[in-house]
Structures are given as structure tokens and as C-alpha cells.
């Protein structure tokens, strides 16, 4: 495989990204969701695959030599996958729950993995038009509406601390626990990656995450937070890793430093 020039990539996956929402808007602003139910009980709308074919085709054109692991996609077995050293993990809509609530609290989620770590990251959030990358050697950013994109790090609180918490997971015993030792904190409640995005352009200060999550819900995000001088690491303090034979989070702290 030819040396990618992982600025001209960010390009293609930032438009990429935008055609998907697009997609999405398209179904956010009907009455007819098509909302149906997982195995697993989670939620699955029309538009998680109506964005799930476009990504998928647009990856396919820009890069066919490297594999794609999606939410919404094939199921590859981990005899497979364990040969990749290199793939794209997408989720096509983050925050299914918030799209249904239509709080524009979600996300569209393209990562590029590298042996394990997330190497090039693209967030976007289509009713916000807000976009939030990370590129390895180059940092990270943040795009409101069409404007220049806004280099951004993660910022260390001063006294209160601000942390992040899903605003459909906020009555965690987990959660209370961990805030007995922040006595100074202020809570931030939002949907989807977006929570980690947070963190990476310095709104919130840190995100603890004490329930489940799959790799596809946190890959792009983190290398937004990584690339902007954060990181997430699960409870023993390792940092999250991908394309394990069990696609499951372990549970998470994405923090400043």
C-alpha cells in the first residue's frame, strides 16, 4: 500500500462525513423514522443505514485496499479482522436514542486504525454542522458551519472541574460514585461522542464513561481528544485500543492529560 497523505484523506472523510448527514437530516426531518430493534434491544432508524451506504460506498472508491468494520455493516470474524493492521471503523449514527428524541445530540463517526490506535478521526454533527477532527503529527480541530477550521487542546480546570455525562445514562449509581472525590464539579450533560469532543476542545474537562460502549462509538472521537493533547484510558489507566476479538469498551475515563 502506497504512503497516505493523511491530510488530503481528512479532506475526503470531512466531506464524506457531510454527505452522510445529509442523509440523515434527510430522515430527522420526517415523522417516519423507521425505528425498529436490534437483537441487543438498542435502537436502529432508517437513517443509521441510509449513512451507514454512503460512507461505506465513498470508502470503498477512496481507498478499496483497506477494510471498513461499521456498526450497521458486516459482521467480519475476528480471524479475519486480527490479520488487519489497518481498516476504517465507522459508526454512521451515534446517539440513535438522541436522533430519535430529535435533540440533535448525534454524530457521525469515521476513524482510521492503525495496529490498534486511532490515526485520523472525523465527528460530525449534522443538526449542529459542527465538525471536530484529529490527524495524527497534526493535531486537532474543531468546524463551525463552513467556517476556517479552529485549532483546539484540551484545557486543565483551574477549580471547578467540568465533567461530561450522557444525557441518556445520567442516573448512574457508577457515575455518583466517581463524583464523591470531584466535591467541585459541574456536570455537562450531552449525547453521543459529542461528550468526548467536549473534553477535546477544552468545554469540559473530563468524561467518564462506567458502562458499556463499543469501539465504533469512541474511535474517531478519540483521536480527536488524543491528537488535541487528551486521552482515553480504561480504569487500569491503559489507553483504549481497537479491533480486539471482543469489539466491547472496557469502561473508560477520557481525560486533559
Known amino acids: 500500500m502506497k504512503t497516505l497523505d493523511y491530510n488530503k484523506l481528512c479532506n475526503s ?48 472508491t477512496l481507498t478499496p485496499n483497506i477494510p471498513i468494520l461499521s456498526e450497521e455493516g458486516e459482521n467480519t ?13 465507522i459508526d454512521p449514527l451515534d446517539g440513535t436514542k ?15 486504525i492503525c495496529d490498534g490506535k486511532p490515526i485520523l478521526g472525523v465527528v460530525y454533527a449534522p ?24 485549532k483546539i487542546n484540551v484545557i486543565k480546570p483551574d477549580n471547578i472541574i467540568k465533567v461530561v ?43 467518564p464513561r462506567l458502562g458499556p460502549t463499543m469501539e465504533w462509538d469512541t474511535a474517531a472521537a478519540h483521536a480527536v481528544v488524543k491528537y488535541a493533547g487528551g486521552n482515553i484510558y480504561d480504569l487500569d489507566n491503559n489507553e483504549l485500543i481497537y479491533n480486539k476479538s471482543n469489539l466491547l469498551n472496557p469502561e473508560f475515563l477520557v481525560h486533559y492529560s
Open 13 to 60: 472523510i470531512l466531506s464524506i462525513s457531510k454527505e452522510a448527514g445529509k442523509e440523515i437530516l434527510k430522515i430527522y426531518d420526517t415523522e417516519d423514522l423507521g425505528v425498529t430493534y436490534k437483537d441487543d434491544r438498542t435502537p436502529l432508524t432508517l437513517a443509521d443505514k441510509a449513512s451507514n451506504a454512503v460512507i461505506e460506498k465513498s470508502l470503498k
Open 77 to 89: 470474524d475476528y480471524r479475519e479482522r486480527k490479520k488487519w493492521n489497518m481498516f476504517w471503523l
Open 98 to 112: 438522541e436522533f430519535i428524541k430529535k435533540n440533535g445530540e448525534f454524530t457521525v463517526n469515521i476513524a482510521l
Open 127 to 150: 443538526v449542529l454542522d459542527t465538525t471536530w477532527y484529529g490527524i495524527i503529527n497534526k493535531g486537532s480541530y474543531k468546524v463551525l458551519n463552513n467556517e476556517s477550521p479552529i
Open 165 to 207: 455525562t450522557s444525557r441518556s445514562h445520567a442516573n448512574n449509581p457508577k457515575l455518583a460514585k466517581f463524583l464523591n472525590d470531584y466535591p467541585d464539579h459541574e456536570l455537562v450533560k450531552m449525547g453521543s461522542s459529542i461528550k468526548i469532543c467536549l473534553v477535546a476542545d477544552g468545554t469540559a474537562h473530563m468524561y
